[in-house]
């Protein structure tokens, strides 16, 4: 399943929340998501914004016995 973005207001402004579920035959490495998007100001003027996560370690799957 590919991520998931939801937006909700918070305090004049937007909070943007991704969620990954990340597939067990996603190579074991360092990942970062990166969220490329619009903002508007009161005018309803387009800026475009992005965003970068802190890296992220993906290990490999523990197989359960």
């Known amino acids: 399943r590919p991520a998931v973005i939801s937006a909700t207001r918070d305090h ?4 943007i929340t991704i969620t990954w579920d990340i597939p067990a035959a996603v190579t074991p490495g360092d990942y970062r998501i990166r969220y490329l998007g619009d903002a508007s100001d009161d005018a309803g003027r387009l800026t475009q914004i992005t965003g970068t996560s802190p890296t992220f370690e993906v290990g490999p799957v523990e197989q359960k016995v």
């Open 12 to 15: 004049g402004g937007s909070r």
